[in-house]
C-alpha cells in the first residue's frame, strides 16, 4: 500500500504503471502482470465564474467531510448546497441539524431525479419542514467574492481547522464571502457553498493505456470486468454497466454494485469464472424524517426506454396498525401490462421502506411478476408487518388491474383539472372529507350510499371512481362494474393526487 502517491500514466505494452511520489516529487515504474483500475468518479463543477473561489467546495472522501465539518462548526452561518442528489441532500441535512441557515438549489423541478414527481414532492415538504430553503428549477450561474476575505486567509482557516486551532474573528469575516448569481436572475448570499450536482467517471488514467470507453463515456468492461486492453481490469464508479431492466448502457456509481465487481474481478484473475450480470440502480436516501428509495426503473426512464408499463401505487403502514408507532409510507410498483414481469418499485415514507424495497429488487432480480407478490410469504408479527404485507398488496392491486376486475387510473394520466365533460369524476369518501379538499370538479357520493344514487350518473359516461387511498374506491369500482358501468378507480385515490398537485 502506497499512500500520498499517485498513478499518472500506463504502459501497457511494458506493463508498468508510472507513479508520482507527492512526498518527494519523485517518479518510478511500478511493474504488474495484472492491473485493476478503481479511481472512482469525481464531483462535477459547472464551467461558471468563480468556481474556483474560495469558500467553494465538493465532496468526494473523508479529508472533504472533515474540512466541511470543521467549517461548519467555525461559526459560519449560511451555506448554500448546489444539487438535490444523494451527496447534496445528506450534506444539507448535516449543515441545518448543525444549525446553518442552508439553501438547496436543484436545477431540475425536483430533487432526487430517480423518483416519480409526486414521491419526490414528499420529499420536498419533509426537506422545507426542516426549515431548509429549497429552490427548484434554478442553478448557480456565476459566484464573486463579497467581502475582504482573501484566498490566503481562507486558506489559513482550512489550514487552522485541520490542525484544530481556535479561529476566532475569521469565521465572522468569513460572512457574506459569496455572492451567488441564479439563472433566475436572483442573487443570494453565503459563507459556503457546497457543489453536489453529480459525478463523471474518472477515465484520464485509462486513456493513457488506450482503454475503449463507452458510450456513457465511463470505461468499457467486459462480464468479468475486463477492458479492452490485456491484463486490465476496471471496477467501480469508473465503470459503465447493463442495466437488467431496460438492457440499456448506464453509468451508475453505487458502492453495491462496486463491491460486487471488485470481488468478480479478483475472483477471475485467480481463475474462478464469476461473472457481473447487471446492475438495478437499488438506492436508498435518509431526507431527515423520510426514507426514499427505489430499484428499477420508475416513470420517466420507462418513458425514455419506450418500454410499456402500468403502475400500481398504495399508501400501507410499516406494520399493523393497532400496534404503536405504526408508520405510513407511499409505495409504487411498476411492471409488464403483458407479462406481468416487475420492472421497478419506489417507496417514501417512514419506517419499513427499506425492507420493501429490499424485497422487490430481490424479485426483480428473481424474474418474479406482480401475480407472484400476491403469494409472496414474508415474517408477520404486529410490530415487524401485517398479515397482509405491503408487497402482498402491491400483488393483489397489480393481478387486479391486470386482470380486469380493478381497472384503474394514475394521478398523472388523470391529471391536475380532469375534463368533466368527458369522464364523470366520484368522490366517494364521506361529505366531511371532500370538504376539507377534493379533485376539482368531482362529485361527492359516499360509498355506502353509492347503490342507491345510481341515478345521479349517466350509464353511457365513463366514471373515475376516488377514495382517500383507493381502497373505498375499488369498492366503488365493483358496484359500478356490476351495474354496467365504465370505471376505473384511481390508484392510490386522493392521497397521490394530492402529492403531485397539492400545495
Given at each position: 500500500?502506497?499512500?500520498?502517491?499517485?498513478?499518472?500514466?500506463?504502459?501497457?505494452?511494458?506493463?508498468?504503471?508510472?507513479?508520482?511520489?507527492?512526498?518527494?516529487?519523485?517518479?518510478?515504474?511500478?511493474?504488474?502482470?495484472?492491473?485493476?483500475?478503481?479511481?472512482?468518479?469525481?464531483?462535477?463543477?459547472?464551467?461558471?465564474?468563480?468556481?474556483?473561489?474560495?469558500?467553494?467546495?465538493?465532496?468526494?472522501?473523508?479529508?472533504?467531510?472533515?474540512?466541511?465539518?470543521?467549517?461548519?462548526?467555525?461559526?459560519?452561518?449560511?451555506?448554500?448546497?448546489?444539487?438535490?442528489?444523494?451527496?447534496?441532500?445528506?450534506?444539507?441535512?448535516?449543515?441545518?441539524?448543525?444549525?446553518?441557515?442552508?439553501?438547496?438549489?436543484?436545477?431540475?423541478?425536483?430533487?432526487?431525479?430517480?423518483?416519480?414527481?409526486?414521491?419526490?414532492?414528499?420529499?420536498?415538504?419533509?426537506?422545507?419542514?426542516?426549515?431548509?430553503?429549497?429552490?427548484?428549477?434554478?442553478?448557480?450561474?456565476?459566484?464573486?467574492?463579497?467581502?475582504?476575505?482573501?484566498?490566503?486567509?481562507?486558506?489559513?482557516?482550512?489550514?487552522?481547522?485541520?490542525?484544530?486551532?481556535?479561529?476566532?474573528?475569521?469565521?465572522?469575516?468569513?460572512?457574506?464571502?459569496?455572492?451567488?448569481?441564479?439563472?433566475?436572475?436572483?442573487?443570494?448570499?453565503?459563507?459556503?457553498?457546497?457543489?453536489?450536482?453529480?459525478?463523471?467517471?474518472?477515465?484520464?488514467?485509462?486513456?493513457?493505456?488506450?482503454?475503449?470507453?463507452?458510450?456513457?463515456?465511463?470505461?468499457?468492461?467486459?462480464?468479468?470486468?475486463?477492458?479492452?486492453?490485456?491484463?486490465?481490469?476496471?471496477?467501480?464508479?469508473?465503470?459503465e454497466v447493463r442495466h437488467l431492466v431496460s438492457?440499456?448502457?448506464?453509468?451508475?456509481?453505487?458502492?453495491?454494485?462496486?463491491?460486487?465487481?471488485?470481488?468478480?474481478?479478483?475472483?477471475?484473475?485467480?481463475?474462478?469464472?464469476?461473472?457481473?450480470?447487471?446492475?438495478?440502480?437499488?438506492?436508498?436516501?435518509?431526507?431527515?424524517?423520510?426514507?426514499?428509495?427505489?430499484?428499477?426503473?420508475?416513470?420517466?426512464?420507462?418513458?425514455?426506454?419506450?418500454?410499456?408499463?402500468?403502475?400500481?401505487?398504495?399508501?400501507?403502514?410499516?406494520?399493523?396498525?393497532?400496534f404503536p408507532g405504526a408508520e405510513g409510507m407511499?409505495?409504487?410498483?411498476?411492471?409488464?401490462?403483458?407479462?406481468?414481469?416487475?420492472?421497478?418499485?419506489?417507496?417514501?415514507?417512514?419506517?419499513?421502506?427499506?425492507?420493501?424495497?429490499?424485497?422487490?429488487?430481490?424479485?426483480?432480480?428473481?424474474?418474479?411478476?406482480?401475480?407472484?407478490?400476491?403469494?409472496?410469504?414474508?415474517?408477520?408479527?404486529?410490530?415487524?408487518?401485517?398479515?397482509?404485507?405491503?408487497?402482498?398488496?402491491?400483488?393483489?392491486?397489480?393481478?387486479?388491474?391486470?386482470?380486469?376486475?380493478?381497472?384503474?387510473?394514475?394521478?398523472?394520466?388523470?391529471?391536475?383539472?380532469?375534463?368533466?365533460?368527458?369522464?364523470?369524476?366520484?368522490?366517494?369518501?364521506?361529505?366531511?372529507?371532500?370538504?376539507?379538499?377534493?379533485?376539482?370538479?368531482?362529485?361527492?357520493?359516499?360509498?355506502?350510499?353509492?347503490?342507491?344514487?345510481?341515478?345521479?350518473?349517466?350509464?353511457?359516461?365513463?366514471?373515475?371512481?376516488?377514495?382517500?387511498?383507493?381502497?373505498?374506491?375499488?369498492?366503488?369500482?365493483?358496484?359500478?362494474?356490476?351495474?354496467?358501468?365504465?370505471?376505473?378507480?384511481l390508484s392510490g385515490g386522493y392521497a397521490s393526487?394530492?402529492?403531485?398537485?397539492?400545495?
Open positions: 500500500v502506497r499512500t500520498r502517491h499517485e498513478a499518472v500514466s500506463i504502459d501497457s505494452q511494458r506493463k508498468t504503471v508510472k507513479i508520482h511520489n507527492l512526498d518527494k516529487n519523485t517518479f518510478e515504474d511500478l511493474s504488474y502482470d495484472k492491473l485493476i483500475l478503481s479511481p472512482g468518479a469525481a464531483p462535477v463543477l459547472p464551467p461558471i465564474e468563480g468556481i474556483h473561489l474560495p469558500g467553494v467546495h465538493t465532496l468526494r472522501n473523508l479529508q472533504d467531510t472533515d474540512k466541511l465539518y470543521a467549517l461548519a462548526r467555525s461559526g459560519i452561518k449560511r451555506a448554500v448546497v448546489a444539487g438535490g442528489g444523494f451527496i447534496g441532500l445528506e450534506v444539507a441535512e448535516n449543515f441545518a441539524r448543525l444549525g446553518l441557515e442552508t439553501t438547496v438549489i436543484q436545477r431540475d423541478r425536483q430533487v432526487l431525479g430517480f423518483l416519480d414527481a409526486d414521491l419526490a414532492n414528499i420529499v420536498h415538504r419533509e426537506i422545507r419542514k426542516a426549515g431548509v430553503n429549497l429552490i427548484l428549477g434554478d442553478s448557480i450561474t456565476g459566484l464573486a467574492q463579497s467581502d475582504l476575505l482573501t484566498r490566503s486567509a481562507q486558506g489559513a482557516l482550512i489550514s487552522g481547522l485541520a490542525q484544530g486551532a481556535l479561529i476566532s474573528g475569521l469565521a465572522q469575516g468569513a460572512q457574506g464571502q459569496l455572492n451567488l448569481s441564479l439563472s433566475s436572475g436572483k442573487t443570494l448570499d453565503a459563507e459556503m457553498v457546497v457543489f453536489g450536482i453529480g459525478v463523471h467517471p474518472e477515465v484520464v488514467l485509462a486513456q493513457t493505456a488506450n482503454i475503449q470507453l463507452g458510450t456513457t463515456g465511463a470505461i468499457l468492461v467486459d462480464e468479468h470486468m475486463r477492458t479492452s486492453v490485456p491484463d486490465i481490469y476496471a471496477v467501480g464508479d469508473a465503470i438492457g440499456a448502457k448506464a453509468h451508475i456509481p453505487l458502492a453495491g454494485p462496486a463491491n460486487r465487481q471488485g470481488r468478480i474481478a479478483a475472483d477471475h484473475i485467480c481463475g474462478i469464472g464469476s461473472r457481473f450480470g447487471g446492475v438495478l440502480g437499488t438506492a436508498i436516501l435518509r431526507v431527515f424524517g423520510k426514507t426514499a428509495a427505489s430499484t428499477g426503473l420508475g416513470l420517466r426512464a420507462l418513458e425514455k426506454a419506450g418500454i410499456p408499463f402500468e403502475s400500481v401505487t398504495i399508501h400501507p403502514a410499516n406494520h399493523a396498525g393497532y407511499t409505495l409504487r410498483l411498476y411492471f409488464d401490462p403483458a407479462s406481468g414481469k416487475i420492472l421497478g418499485a419506489q417507496g417514501v415514507g417512514g419506517a419499513g421502506v427499506d425492507k420493501r424495497i429490499d424485497i422487490l429488487s430481490m424479485a426483480i432480480r428473481g424474474g418474479m411478476t406482480v401475480d407472484d407478490l400476491e403469494a409472496a410469504e414474508l415474517c408477520y408479527a404486529p410490530p415487524y408487518g401485517s398479515a397482509k404485507d405491503p408487497v402482498n398488496m402491491l400483488g393483489f392491486v397489480g393481478a387486479g388491474l391486470r386482470s380486469g376486475t380493478q381497472p384503474q387510473i394514475t394521478n398523472f394520466r388523470l391529471g391536475k383539472s380532469p375534463d368533466t365533460s368527458a369522464i364523470q369524476l366520484v368522490d366517494v369518501r364521506s361529505p366531511g372529507e371532500h370538504a376539507n379538499g377534493h379533485i376539482p370538479g368531482s362529485v361527492s357520493i359516499p360509498v355506502d350510499e353509492l347503490r342507491e344514487r345510481l341515478a345521479e350518473l349517466d350509464p353511457a359516461k365513463p366514471v373515475v371512481a376516488y377514495c382517500q387511498v383507493g381502497m373505498r374506491g375499488n369498492v366503488a369500482v365493483r358496484i359500478l362494474l356490476q351495474k354496467g358501468f365504465r370505471v376505473q378507480n393526487w394530492e402529492q403531485l398537485f397539492g400545495g
